[in-house]
């Protein structure tokens, strides 16, 4: 694919998303120029709101499917899958790029957000989070160099990719771990445990995977597991906020579980809509297998969440007709029961027309949970309500609208939809 760039045009599909991401760009420079109170109702009862639920929260958990769909194919020999995993990684990766612009809408000082890397905070969930999305990131771009190449046809640069990345991976979780832990100890046994494996897979004592290095993989699903849960372990620190029906001790469960549920849903829900939008046949035989997948997921978590919250004792705020308990209802019924009862039949598996609707089911639910997480189940005192201004919403569309306008850009000019392993041709 080295032909002339496809350059972005507005038609009537897409210019409601351009209007979006202009108003979008606007609102964030009176946001930076005026403060943040400029065109958000924050305040000190809810100091984290809309943007921090859908942006981050939301979004983190919609691009699972990167890790998923990528520890499938070339960790656990799902190769069928291949022509899923290269719109999974840049889905994923586009998706913790929005989340860094929305945190960085969203801090008082974003400029200073590097710091979090070099002073360390042993007892802060957010500074593990901080190091596994930068880490996690930086992974997804290595992930999906090799489109790049492919565009271009550098196959010098692929080889040196492939010859590169493994002790780059090596450094990094090395890195990670003396960060995380602060023992020599353990960051020497980690090193050698990863030198001695490269050199195992260099030798050929053990199976190397052709397309993707296996230390690459093995770290997305490592920063990813971890950060995922991590992000529920941030509800461990306001008990006293947080309503009975969301607090938990096993919220970090709770938040990887659905986040691999709901990355699954988005798989099935990008693949559908972006062979529409690009007029071609989506891969319905490989996402009935994804699918297959969701009633157990789906299941699991909702026999966990139910029994965890008569555990403690919660049960009786959902009966109470209120905002806590619509809400949990709304996300336990819209992202739970309804998609479980779809996915459990073989016809509605099969279907395009109900992959689709099932898929927004999930992935509505999912927005549904982390919204709920941090507005409606926190609870302040009378003198501090929150409700989003119209301007942090039409933010969050507009990152949101750039975000698939790039997408867009990249499926046009980059072989992502392409079953056939890099530089093949």
Request: aromatic share 12%; hydrophobic share 60%; net charge positive.
């Amino acid at each position: 694919m080295t032909g002339a760039w496809i350059k972005p045009q507005i038609t009537r599909y897409n210019a409601v998303l351009y209007l979006l991401a202009a108003l979008g760009f606007v609102l964030v420079v009176i946001r930076f120029a005026g403060g943040i109170g400029r065109v958000s109702n924050l305040n000190d009862g809810y100091p984290w709101g809309f943007w921090i639920g859908l942006d981050i929260l939301a979004g983190i958990a919609l691009a699972a499917g990167g890790f998923i769909v990528a520890g499938m194919v070339h960790l656990f020999g799902a190769h069928k899958y291949h022509a899923l995993a290269r719109p999974a990684i840049l889905t994923a990766f586009l998706g913790y790029l929005l989340f860094i612009i929305g945190l960085a809408i969203d801090l008082g000082r974003p400029w200073m957000i590097w710091q979090v890397l070099f002073h360390w905070n042993h007892s802060s969930p957010m500074f593990e989070v901080s190091w596994c999305v930068t880490m996690y990131t930086t992974v997804l771009l290595l992930e999906f160099l090799p489109v790049v190449f492919e565009r271009f046809r550098w196959r010098h640069l692929l080889g040196m990719w492939h010859n590169f990345v493994p002790w780059a991976i090596i450094l990094m979780v090395t890195l990670f771990t003396l960060a995380m832990s602060g023992s020599n100890v353990w960051t020497l046994l980690v090193f050698t445990i990863l030198l001695l494996w490269e050199v195992a897979m260099r030798t050929g004592l053990m199976r190397r995977d052709a397309q993707m290095p296996v230390l690459l993989v093995m770290a997305g699903i490592i920063f990813s597991t971890l950060h995922q849960s991590s992000l529920g372990s941030l509800l461990l620190i306001i008990p006293h906020k947080l309503h009975p029906l969301w607090f938990t001790p096993v919220v970090p469960v709770f938040f990887l579980l659905s986040a691999i549920m709901i990355g699954v849903g988005m798989v099935i829900f990008e693949n559908i809509v972006s062979a529409r939008v690009h007029k071609r046949k989506p891969d319905t035989h490989l996402l009935a297998g994804f699918a297959r997948a969701l009633p157990v997921l789906l299941g699991l978590y909702l026999l966990i969440k139910v029994g965890d919250i008569f555990r403690t004792g919660a049960a009786e705020y959902l009966f109470m007709f209120n905002s806590a308990a619509i809400g949990m209802w709304l996300e336990l019924v819209v992202g739970v029961m309804i998609p479980l009862v779809l996915f459990m039949t073989t016809e509605t598996r099969t279907s395009e027309k109900w992959l689709l609707r099932g898929s927004v089911f999930v992935v509505a639910g999912g927005i549904i949970n982390r919204l709920n997480t941090v507005i409606t189940a926190v609870v302040v005192e009378k003198w501090a309500p929150y409700h989003p201004s119209w301007m942090e919403i039409a933010i969050s569309l507009g990152v949101l609208s750039g975000g698939i306008l790039v997408m867009d850009f990249i499926v046009r000019n980059f072989p992502v939809f392409d079953d056939r392993p890099a530089l093949a041709r």
